[in-house]
């Protein structure tokens, strides 16, 4: 079995949900993993200076880098383009995209450095399909999905695989966090959902683990994966 032993990881976003999932993964595979995000008061990616202080103590713990996980991420609101506050678009650009571009500038040299990289952007449906009133989360996957692949331009000869996981629907608390902590609404995102539901964080966690234990000169660009119930970006099936 392909293992991770020695490989020195980042997850961002790892306090919850896809990020808590992966870090259990990637331990158990054997990589050393450090972890960040608000809750555990040690990263904020919207902050240049926290993303800076997090990626010097990381590094300082770790000794070198083989892998950055780029998680973190949210959605604010479900309301259709007229009704969106400029709060929540500015709050979900800045995580996650200006996040994501800070963290990926800030580990670049030590994936380099390490003569086999491998940089994972957390994607999303969302950043291949739009759906009605999600607009500033699409436009934010949309946005991901595009600078993985320019990553990919920027890197080529440089010993750092890309790879982008574009997910569906997955229970996290991300709904929770979309509606502002209204559990009725965020509950009512992943009930129903046809033909054995949603998928589970342990369920990406497995796709970015599969990514990462590919023989070195594999890229994985890209994995898609939806609960069997969904189809595309906003189209999943209820049960009635
Ligand atoms: P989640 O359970 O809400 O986890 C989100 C994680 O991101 C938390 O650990 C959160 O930690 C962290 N985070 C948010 N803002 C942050 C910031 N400014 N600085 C540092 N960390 C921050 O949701 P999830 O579903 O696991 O989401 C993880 C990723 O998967 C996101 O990029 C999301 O867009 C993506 N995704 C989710 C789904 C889905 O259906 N759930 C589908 C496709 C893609 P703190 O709150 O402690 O900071």
């Known amino acids: ?81 007229w009704e969106s506050l400029e709060e929540d678009e500015r709050e979900v650009i800045e995580t996650n995209v200006l996040g994501l571009m800070r963290m990926t500038r800030l580990c670049l040299p030590h994936l380099i450095e390490s003569g086999h990289g491998h940089i994972v952007n957390m994607g999303s449906v969302a950043g291949v399909w739009s759906y009605p009133s999600g607009s500033s989360y699409v436009a934010s996957k949309f946005a991901v999905h595009g600078y ?31 509606f502002k902590g209204d559990e009725e609404k965020a509950n009512a995102v992943y009930e129903n959902v046809a033909m054995g539901g949603p998928l589970n964080a342990q369920d990406i966690a497995e796709c970015v683990l599969f990514a990462l234990t590919r023989r070195p000169n594999v890229n994985i660009d890209e994995i898609l994966v939806m609960a069997l119930a969904q189809v595309s970006g906003g189209n999943i099936l209820r049960e009635s």
């Open 148 to 178: 993985t692949r320019a990553l990919r331009d920027d890197l080529q000869g440089k010993p750092v695989r890309v790879s982008n996981i574009a997910a569906g629907i997955v229970e996290t608390e991300f709904s929770k966090v979309r």
């Open 1 to 81: 079995m392909a293992t991770l032993d020695g490989k020195r990881a980042i997850i961002t976003g790892a306090s919850s949900g896809i990020g808590a999932a992966t870090a259990r993964a990637l331990e158990e595979a054997g990589a050393r993993v450090y972890t960040g995000s608000r809750r555990d008061g040690n990263l904020d990616v919207t902050d240049p200076e926290s993303t800076k202080r997090f990626v010097e103590a990381a590094l300082a713990e770790l000794g070198g880098l083989d892998i950055l996980f780029n998680n973190a991420g949210l959605s604010r609101g479900r309301d259709p383009v």
